[in-house]
T-cell receptor, first 115, second 111 residues
Framework: GAVVSQHPSRVICKSGTSVKIECRSL??????MFWYRQFPKKSLMLMAT?????????EQGVEKDKFLINHASLTLSTLTVTSAHPEDSSFYIC???????????FGPGTRLTVL | SQQGEEDPQALSIQEGENATMNCSYK?????LQWYRQNSGRGLVHLIL?????REKHSGRLRVTLDTSKKSSSLLITASRAADTASYFC???????????FGAGTTVTVRA
């Protein structure tokens, strides 16, 4: 199997606070993980590529100081939304690559609501 | 960036009918993948088709790829209510595993 989990599944926070989202590959090691953002009824937008042991690579237009990514181990990547604002409210989804295969395995997503 | 365009945006069919959706893209690709997303959930990988392949089957799913037209289609045969979901195509352009997603087709299967 290839299972990816995310925690939390849903979070509501106040404007100005920081929120950490975890992405774990449960039954395989993932040297590469990806973070996506999805607005309601819209497609997924790639935010960044998270590589174990090195700095994340951010897509154009994504603020690296706003969205901090840490890939501390082969099974865990975290996304921290710093000083969150209502416009950061979105569905955040991670994915992981298993063993050099082309298929990405997606987590169930985290719904962030910033009040 | 988003490179795929999907057609139609929404599709409503009766259970047992076939559903066909199309995806067009702009640049050359290494592979194209189809995913399904149930409302408010993560994505489930359906099929990957490589640039040198023209057709692939998996159960009730059939995917075609026409690189000359930069387009792909996903056919779901004998649809079921459980097939109700959004379907996305995604392209891998530079073999770095980064995916560019299309806008998606929302499929509703009526019982």
């Amino acid at each position: 199997g290839a299972v990816v989990s995310q925690h939390p599944s849903r979070v509501i926070c106040k404007s100005g606070t920081s929120v950490k989202i975890e992405c774990r590959s449960l039954d395989f090691q993932a040297t590469t993980m990806f973070w996506y953002r999805q607005f309601p009824k819209k497609s997924l937008m790639l935010m960044a590529t998270s590589n174990e042991g090195s700095k994340a690579t951010y897509e154009q237009g994504v603020e690296k100081d706003k969205f901090l990514i840490n890939h501390a181990s082969l099974t865990l990547s975290t996304l921290t939304v710093t000083s969150a604002h209502p416009e950061d409210s979105s569905f955040y989804i991670c994915s992981a690559i298993k063993g050099g295969l082309d298929t990405q395995y997606f987590g169930p997503g985290t719904r962030l609501t910033v009040l | 960036s988003q490179q795929g365009e999907e057609d139609p945006q929404a599709l409503s069919i009766q259970e047992g009918e076939n559903a066909t959706m199309n995806c067009s893209y702009k640049t050359s690709i290494n592979n194209l993948q189809w995913y399904r997303q149930n409302s408010g959930r993560g994505l489930v990988h359906l099929i990957l088709i490589r640039s040198n392949e023209r057709e692939k089957h998996s159960g009730r799913l059939r995917v075609t790829l026409d690189t000359s037209k930069k387009s792909s289609s996903l056919l779901i045969t004998a649809s079921r209510a459980a097939d109700t979901a959004s379907y996305f195509c995604a392209t891998d352009e530079s073999n770095d595993y980064k995916l560019s997603f299309g806008a998606g087709t929302t499929v509703t299967v009526r019982a």
